[in-house]
């Protein structure tokens, strides 16, 4: 959590800067007849993602070559925090992690893609409600961020031990059964073995998928923490924490992955992206053996993770940043391409028309998964973002565990939660409340 803390401060700084010179327009990168390299930085996959589509791409614009920044997420983010700060040369094309975009939004160090020529408003109506207006400012007049993936949200199960437990193994049954808190701690005490098997990594993240990029704030920055059913769910989480039927692991963890290759954690309320670490790194030998079904307890369609694509101001090369940005994430081509290739969920909608959309997916023993992904998506809403949200995330797994841990009633985990989530955010609201304040938007 610290190293993620110091990241939202430093991007915070970048909130703040005016970076008052545009991008100089000449070509620094020119080559030959006109030929125009751009740079396009990001952490891993991107590369794969975007050279599985670049074909089309120079079908279109044979004069602009690509080359790629890479490195891992964490020094990217802190790269290009920096370079945005200082002004300095950077890329470009820069990927921003969906949860970190409300860190730029008001950025004037990003270009405003709401300006000629990028007119970025013309897809608004093509892009996922819930992902399109978190890159704004606060004042509505500038975008600094294009949509590129979503994470529809779902609940994956391992069909051959709710079969072994004599628990219903289609999706449409298992969904059934989870409609309630009582039928997820049956599936839970069903495939328990203590010590030996657990539900789930932590029961924790079913409370998470309450709130995961969905309104910690209202627009007048008030905390909100009420959401339908959710003490039913932190009483069902007190249940499986006290009863040893989750692992008490971070979902993200070694011990995590290892269960759910051996069989011995057997379901994870997770996003479309769990699907393909599945396939290549999680359990690439377990074909037949998952399934997904649609989360628990009627909680809403909800997005986990997404990214998004940004040009710096120090860019030379903008008009071509933006005709890479709109090829690769406002085409269908292209969207399905990476989709593929690498599993990441377009967040533009068009591309679901597509009838690779309705294929059956063997890994998961036929279901049509991507279909699925699209029906989740299509029914979340639009949200607000701010720079808290990170930070407040973090809390609620750091928080309900130790609230677990010492055996809180659910009133008693909601007022501790809020409590520190207050505290975590109190620095950063202020930011964001100044910024509010210089845009003329809030009154004392």
Known sequence: ??????????????????????????????????????????FPNAKEAFESAIEGFHEKYPNIQVEYNITDTTS???????????????????IVEGGYIAQYSNSKALTNLLEEPYNAEQYKDDIVDSKWNQAYSVDGKRMVGLPWGVGPAAY?????????????????????????????????????????????????????MMFTERDYFNEDLTLRLD???????????????????????????????????????????????FGAALKTNVDPEGAGKWAVTNLPQGIKSTNVGGTYLVIPEQSKHKDEAWKF??????????????????????????????????EEDPYFGGQKTRRLWADEIGESE???????????????????????????????????????????????????????????????
């Not at 620094?28 to 740079?39: A, R």
Request: glycine fraction near 6%.
């Open 1 to 42: 959590m610290k190293k993620r803390r110091i990241l939202v401060l430093g991007m915070a700084a970048v909130l703040l800067a005016g970076c008052g010179s545009k991008g100089d327009t000449s070509d620094s990168k020119e080559g030959e007849n006109g030929e125009v390299t751009i740079t396009v930085a990001g």
């Open 76 to 94: 990217h983010h802190q790269a290009l925090s920096t370079a945005l700060a200082s002004n300095a040369d950077f890329a470009d094309v820069a």
């Open 156 to 208: 994956f199960y391992r069909r051959d031990v709710f079969e072994e437990c004599n628990l219903p193994t289609e999706p449409e049954e298992v969904a059934e059964l989870i409609s309630t808190w009582e039928g997820v701690l049956e599936i839970a005490e069903a495939v328990s073995i203590p010590g030996e098997r657990w539900l789930v990594p932590d029961g924790v993240d079913f409370y998470r």
């Open 227 to 273: 959401r339908e059913g959710d003490e039913e769910c932190l009483e069902a989480i007190k249940k499986i924490r006290e009863n040893g039927w989750d692992m008490n692991v971070s979902t993200y963890s070694s011990e995590a992955n290892a269960g759910f290759a051996s069989g011995t954690c057997v379901s994870v309320p997770l996003a479309s992206w």
């Open 325 to 358: 940005m709109e090829y690769m994430l406002c085409t269908a081509d292209a969207q399905n391409a990476i989709m593929e290739e690498v599993d990441i969920f377009p967040a533009y909608i068009p591309a679901y028309e597509d009838p690779l959309y309705d």
């Open 382 to 444: 639009p949200v607000y973002s701010t720079m808290m949200d990170v930070t407040a995330e973090e809390c609620i797994t750091s928080t309900i565990n130790g609230c677990l841990e010492r055996g809180d009633s659910p009133e008693q985990m909601k007022k501790q939660l809020a409590e520190d989530i207050e505290k975590a955010t109190a620095e950063m609201k202020e930011q964001w409340i100044q910024i509010y304040k210089d845009a003329g938007m809030w009154e004392e």
